[in-house]
Each structure stands twice: as C-alpha cells, then as structure tokens.
C-alpha cells in the first residue's frame, strides 16, 4: 500500500494543537488509499506545544515528533519535516488551521488524476488576515517573480503535496537558507496548481511578525535573484552619467561666462550625500551577498534535533 505523511510545523501552537491533530486524524482515517502518518516539528516551542506533542504521539503511534533543541524557524522545520520522511507522498500544512487538512483527500485525488508530482495549493482568497499582510504578500510574490529567473506560481504558499520524486530532489539541496517553495517550484517535475481559500486562524497568534516576515522574504529573494546586484550596477551607471552631465554644465558654464553653475553651497552637498548614499546603498546590497556566503562557508546545520518521539 502507498504511505503518505503529513508535515506540521509548529511554534508555540498550543492553542491550536488538539484540534489540528483531531482535524487531520480524521481526515487521514478517511483515506482508504494510503497509509498515513503525521510528522509534528515542534521548533523549540516555548509553551506546552512540546508535552502536548509528546503525549499524542504516545496514544497514537501513527504519529512521529521531531523537537528542535531551540527555535530555528518554519523553513528549516518543514526541511526537517521533509528529511524525515520515507512516504511515498508528502502534504505540507500549517497547524494554524489556515490550510484546511480536508483538502488532503482533494490534493490525494488531483495528484492521481494528473499524475502529478506536486500540487500546490494557491490562495484564491485570505481569510482573517490584516490589510498589511494581505498587501505585502501579494507584493512579494510579484516582486519574487520580477527579480528571479525562475517563475514561481503567485500567492502559493508551503501548503502542497509532494512525491518521493521531488522529496529525493529536495534532500540534495545543501544550501542553509532555505526558500521551500522556490526550491520546489526550481525542481520541476509536473507541478499543478489547486485553489482554495486560506482560512483564518484557528487560534492564537501569528508566529511571523514583522522581522520574521523581513527575514523570509529577503532570504527567498537574495537565494534565488542576483538582480539586486545588476540593479545596484545600473545606478552606479545612471549616478556616474549625472556626474558627467553635471561636469560639462559646470565646464561650458566657466567658457561662457556663466558663473553661477560654480557657486552654490547648496548643490554640493546634495550631490555629496546622493552619491554617499547610493555608495552606501550598492555597498549594503554587495554585504548582504557576502553575509550568505559567510553563512554558507561556515556550513553549519540547519536545525538540531534534541529527541525524536515514535522515530
Ligand atoms: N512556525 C514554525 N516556526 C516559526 C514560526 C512559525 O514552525 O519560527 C510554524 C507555525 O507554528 C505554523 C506555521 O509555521 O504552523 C506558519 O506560521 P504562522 O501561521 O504563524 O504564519 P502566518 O500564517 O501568520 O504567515
Ligand atoms: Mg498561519
């Protein structure tokens, strides 16, 4: 019989923990088909997530747990998740509730139908999440795909089907900061998209604020875009040519007679704080580029696992 496993990080989800495991125990007891187990990552949860986890997966052997010695971040738990498995399918989901885990046997149905290697889920519509995240999601996915090669689907998140094809590809990929959906899109393979709408939290908070959200969206684009290097190229161009125009003004000023393109406290220190700035700015955009490679020489683990329960 086929297996197939379900990968839920989680992060201080104790709010939502019982209903998450009793919502998608009884879809995966519906499925007839396949085999199934949940793979829980509790990514160094400070509250009762890590007992809550533990005791599921001592009732229920169907389910494994992965606790990380500390919190190292979504990404890195769904790889966890990922490195894990030996199903020969995978369906990523947030324990949140926001992907609703009855949309698995749909997933199960299109992937056998298309014979796909993944389907992934794209969000038609956003339910109970603020203006601003709404906002800065679509501009993200927008602006991914205006700076990298690759095209990635828009508003598509981790929520996906994966088979042992792509999860086989996936674990070759050494890189530390990992941008799941990129890498997956990157994969190939015949990929088809499934709608659906994206609820609102079950309970509890986000576990991305702001500076989670900077991180993720700037290793997705420094990853997989060296765009921003051209860019910063382009406007040393544009900054040198606006020297030169600025140059022969001042020049043929002086031939003709015409002082006033000489004087002028003010003009200077414009042009010195506008080049100070774009300096500064190619140099910021070039110390990013150097940071992922600091990081990546260093070739440190993704996670650490402090213990395993049922695996
Ligand atoms: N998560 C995690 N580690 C983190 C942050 C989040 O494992 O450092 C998990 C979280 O528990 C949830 C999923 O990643 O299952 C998505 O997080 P969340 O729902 O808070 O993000 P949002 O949907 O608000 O973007
Ligand atoms: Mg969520």
């Known amino acids: 019989m086929n297996t197939l496993s379900v990968i839920v990080p989680c992060y201080n989800e104790e709010a939502v923990i019982t209903?998450?495991?009793?919502?998608?125990?009884?879809?995966?007891?519906?499925?007839?088909?396949?085999?199934?187990?949940?793979?829980f990552i509790n990514d160094g949860s400070k509250d009762r997530t890590a007992e809550m986890l533990t005791d599921i997966a001592t009732a229920d052997k169907q389910v494994k747990v992965l606790h990380f010695s500390r919190n190292f971040g979504h990404q890195p738990a769904v790889t966890a998740g990922i490195h894990c498995c030996e199903s020969d399918l995978a369906v990523i989901i947030d324990a949140d509730l926001q992907d609703p885990p009855e949309l698995i046997p749909d997933l199960l149905e299109t992937q056998s139908r298309e014979q796909a290697n993944v389907v992934y889920c794209v969000r038609d519509e956003r339910k109970g999440e603020s203006i601003f995240k709404k906002l800065s999601a679509r501009l993200f996915y927008r602006s991914m795909n205006y700076l990298s090669?690759?095209?990635?689907?828009?508003?598509?998140?981790?929520?996906?089907?994966i088979d042992r094809q792509v999860m086989d590809e996936f674990k070759k990929f050494r890189e530390k900061g990992k941008y799941i959906r990129g890498i997956i899109s990157w994969i190939g393979f015949k990929q088809v998209p499934f709608l659906y709408q994206r609820q609102a939290r079950f309970a509890g908070e986000t576990k991305y604020p702001l500076s989670k959200m900077i991180q993720f969206a700037s290793t997705a684009m420094l990853y997989f875009s060296k765009k921003p290097l051209k860019l910063a190229t382009g406007m040393g161009f544009i900054t040198v040519l606006i020297g030169i125009v600025y140059a022969?003004?001042?020049l043929v000023g002086k031939i003709v007679g015409y002082t006033h393109a000489l004087s002028g406290w003010s003009s200077l220190i414009i042009l010195i704080t506008f080049f100070g700035g774009v300096q500064l700015?190619?140099?910021?955009?070039?110390?990013?580029?150097?940071g992922i490679l600091f990081d990546e020489v260093k070739d440190r683990p993704e996670y650490i696992i402090d213990k395993k329960d049922n695996c």
């Open 149 to 161: 090669e690759v095209n990635f689907p828009l508003d598509t998140g981790d929520f996906r089907l």
């Open 281 to 290: 700015l190619t140099v910021g955009v070039l110390g990013q580029y150097i």
């Open 248 to 250: 022969a003004y001042t």
């Open 19 to 39: 209903e998450s495991y009793s919502r998608l125990k009884k879809v995966l007891e519906g499925i007839k088909t396949h085999k199934t187990e949940i793979i």
